[in-house]
């Protein structure tokens, strides 16, 4: 499960702001649970378990459904969430003069990938599934969510600094998850992050989710197929790259000072990585968050 900082994700936050909820939380990761034996394990009534399990189900983290029981009609509580991931606001100290470009998904110059791949569309998957000819489609431009399991896709994105312009930071933002044919929340993929054919490093993304809908996801994609990534931010300072904030590699903004009119990035699962787990691109139109691959250069 994702989770914002702003109003949207309140519910969440006040759900887990107990001490009876998270015992709750906690009985139920061992096993599914009606409320007369949740109240048993809490020694509360019914009814005040029922209130927070009411609570749980509302934050989305919990599923509680009817069945019969030995004695009647029963209400059977499934916890559905396994991880929570909090994206924090991105936030730059100095007040800097910025470019900003923003690239949807569909829109790679170059690419080499390897099944199980795919491009979908608000409407549709574009062409058949785990055919990488499909990525030369001229539909591809269309594609809000793309998918391999190994290989690598490659934007051409504008560099609009000029000549006086000083560069002090790049900041490149999108969703992202490793690959499994349906979905795996555990299944990590090293993915490797260039810029201009310089290896920014690597980070290891978890796996793929669906144990919610995606937010902006379209209704026509399969609830059994993974529904959204986690945000995450490249950040290449004068002192390093940082993925939301922790360091993956010492490339500082000199590598990338000779003015060019062009950025070329590249997202990439070698065949060599030591987890070969696939990765997904989301754009605007699908997963938790609205928005393409975005580039912000700072600048003075």
């Given at each position: ?19 009876v ?14 409320i ?116 690598f ?39 490797t ?18 144990d ?5 996801t ?83």
């Open positions: 499960m994702q989770a914002q900082i702003d109003s949207t994700s309140l519910p969440l936050y006040e759900a887990l702001a107990s001490e909820r998270l015992n709750i939380i906690r009985y139920l990761s061992e096993q599914q649970l009606n007369k034996q949740l109240a048993e394990r809490l020694d509360l009534s019914s009814a005040i378990v029922t209130r927070h399990v009411s609570k749980l189900e509302e934050a989305g983290l919990i599923r509680t459904e009817k069945t019969k029981g030995k004695s009647g009609i029963q209400k059977i509580s499934t916890l559905v969430v396994e991880d929570i991931y909090i994206s924090f606001p991105k936030k730059v100290q100095a007040a800097y003069a910025t470019h900003v470009v923003s690239v949807p998904v569909g829109h790679f110059t170059d690419f080499n990938v390897s099944p199980s791949c795919g491009l979908a569309s608000t409407k549709d998957f574009i062409g058949p599934v785990d055919q990488p000819k499909y990525f030369l489609s001229p539909d591809r431009m269309d594609a809000g969510i793309l998918w391999f399991t190994k290989g896709v490659e934007y051409k994105l504008p560099n609009y600094l000029e000549a006086h312009q000083s560069l002090q930071q790049i900041d490149i933002s999108f969703e992202i998850s490793s690959e499994f044919p349906f979905a795996n929340p555990h299944w990590p993929s090293d993915i992050f260039s810029l201009n054919g310089i290896e920014l490093g690597e980070w290891q993304s978890p796996g793929d989710f669906n919610e809908r995606g937010r902006l379209p209704d026509w994609w399969p609830e059994t197929i993974n529904q959204y990534g986690l945000l995450k931010t490249l950040r290449i300072t004068s002192h390093g790259t940082y993925i939301d904030g922790d360091p993956i590699s010492e490339i500082t903004t000199k590598a990338f000072m000779d003015i060019s009119d062009a950025w070329s990035l590249k997202f990439e699962v070698k065949e060599e990585a030591n987890h070969v787990g696939g990765l997904t691109l989301f754009g605007k139109s699908f997963g938790h968050f609205e928005q393409d691959i975005v580039v912000k250069t700072y600048y003075l």
